[in-house]
T-cell receptor, first 109, second 119 residues
Framework: GEDVEQSLFLSVREGDSSVINCTYT??????LYWYKQEPGAGLQLLTY?????DMKQDQRLTVLLNKKDKHLSLRIADTQTGDSAIYFC?????????FGAGTRLAVHP | AAGVIQSPRHLIKEKRETATLKCYPI?????VYWYQQGPGQDPQFLIS???????DKGSIPDRFSAQQFSDYHSELNMSSLELGDSALYFC??????????????????FGAGSRLTVL
């Protein structure tokens, strides 16, 4: 079945860039998504990328997609303490999205 | 803007009891999804409905059932509760006709979740 994998933890210094990586197995996904979850809260859509694109930039966020390797990454420029959260990548279609285990991003001064 | 509303936000039940969670999707959204997120876990897909019909089913136990009503709200019914059912239950909604920005992406908007504790 479909599977999405992520590294579980990332620690960065405030002001540095963060790169969160994800691999997926579902080659039929038309779009791939990044969601953010803060403690005790629901999942908030950050950005998504069409599977025929290599890159998408949205303010401090850059998504890179290597469709051949089924590898997706999220780069956060100038990481701030408010970016501390769990980041989930997701693949899927209209019936459901499958989420990775989430990467916990810790930002320290 | 209206968001996905879930109720109750917190629920405490005993083992073997029954619980019902409710979800009110964003107006004009026709698809509802239920996810279960255990402590420190990723959200696990349970079930989805499109236009009041079940559209996909994931790892939903047989003790659980769900439906989408004519007003598009959805309910998740959980019976014979077990300790392992303690989790955050998220509902999400989307519009099949178009993504949030008409790009075609299936953008799920999540509710704040219902936290179920089984004692």
């Amino acid at each position: 079945g479909e599977d999405v994998e992520q590294s579980l933890f990332l620690s960065v210094r405030e002001g540095d860039s963060s790169v969160i990586n994800c691999t997926y197995t579902d080659s039929s996904s038309t779009y791939l998504y990044w969601y953010k979850q803060e403690p005790g809260a629901g999942l908030q859509l950050l950005t998504y990328i069409f599977s025929n694109m290599d890159m998408k930039q949205d303010q401090r966020l850059t998504v890179l997609l290597n469709k051949k390797d089924k590898h997706l990454s999220l780069r956060i420029a100038d990481t701030q303490t408010g970016d501390s959260a769990i980041y989930f990548c997701a693949s899927g279609g209209y019936n459901k999205l499958i989420f990775g285990a989430g990467t916990r991003l810790a930002v320290h001064p | 803007a209206a968001g996905v509303i879930q109720s109750p936000r917190h629920l405490i039940k005993e083992k073997r009891e029954t619980a019902t969670l409710k979800c009110y999707p964003i107006p004009r959204h026709d698809t509802v999804y239920w996810y279960q997120q255990g402590p420190g876990q990723d959200p696990q897909f349970l079930i989805s409905f499109y236009e009041k019909m079940q559209s996909d089913k994931g790892s939903i136990p047989d003790r659980f059932s769900a439906q989408q009503f004519s007003d598009y709200h959805s309910e998740l019914n959980m019976s014979s509760l077990e300790l392992g059912d303690s989790a955050l239950y998220f509902c999400a909604s989307s519009s099949y006709e178009s993504g949030q920005d008409y790009s075609g992406a299936n953008v799920l908007t999540f509710g704040a979740g219902s936290r179920l504790t089984v004692l």
